[in-house]
């Protein structure tokens, strides 16, 4: 058991940071290996959650400015992922959605993830695979997810 006087964030902070850092580091290089940079699959993953999200919109929820998410949709769309549709209710407005090749392709991305973390978890006795998953709560608050 833990002690609880040695325990504290910022020890616990030290010590996920890195192992967080090669996790994201994997599943970045998974998501590369389909022809999308891991920021791509966020903004069709934002998309896809949100159909008819505005570039002002997207650009608010990924924290960057709209000329330097123009430039990542234009690609998005030149790829055939993403298509900008005019509102039928207010012609200067225009929203994103996923083509069908963006849907297929953010299931490529994430089955790849999966069997990706799945294949370095299969390693773990089940005392582990418990920890992890008894966690998971407690990151997700960290994150400010709703669990």
């Not at 030290?14 to 022809?35: C, H, I, N, Y």
């Not at 799945?118 to 997810?145: C, K, N, Q, V, Y």
Request: net charge positive; glycine share 6%.
């Amino acid at each position: 058991m833990v002690n609880d006087v040695t325990l504290s964030p910022e020890l616990v902070a030290a010590d996920l940071r890195p192992v967080v850092l090669r996790l994201a580091r994997g599943l970045r290089k998974e998501t590369e290996q389909v022809g999308i940079t891991a920021r791509q699959a966020t903004l069709l993953w934002l998309i896809r959650r949100s159909p008819g999200l505005s570039l002002a919109e997207l650009a608010a929820e990924e924290d960057i400015s709209p000329p330097a998410l123009s430039g990542h949709v234009d690609r998005l769309e030149a790829a055939g992922l993403v298509e900008r549709i005019r509102s039928g209710k207010d012609r200067r407005r225009v929203g994103l959605r996923l083509t069908e090749s963006g849907s297929q392709l953010l299931r490529r991305v994430r089955a790849r993830r999966t069997t990706w973390l799945a294949e370095r978890m299969g390693s773990l006795t089940p005392d582990e695979l418990e920890a992890i998953e008894t966690a998971l709560p407690a990151l997700h608050r960290l994150l400010g997810d709703e669990v």
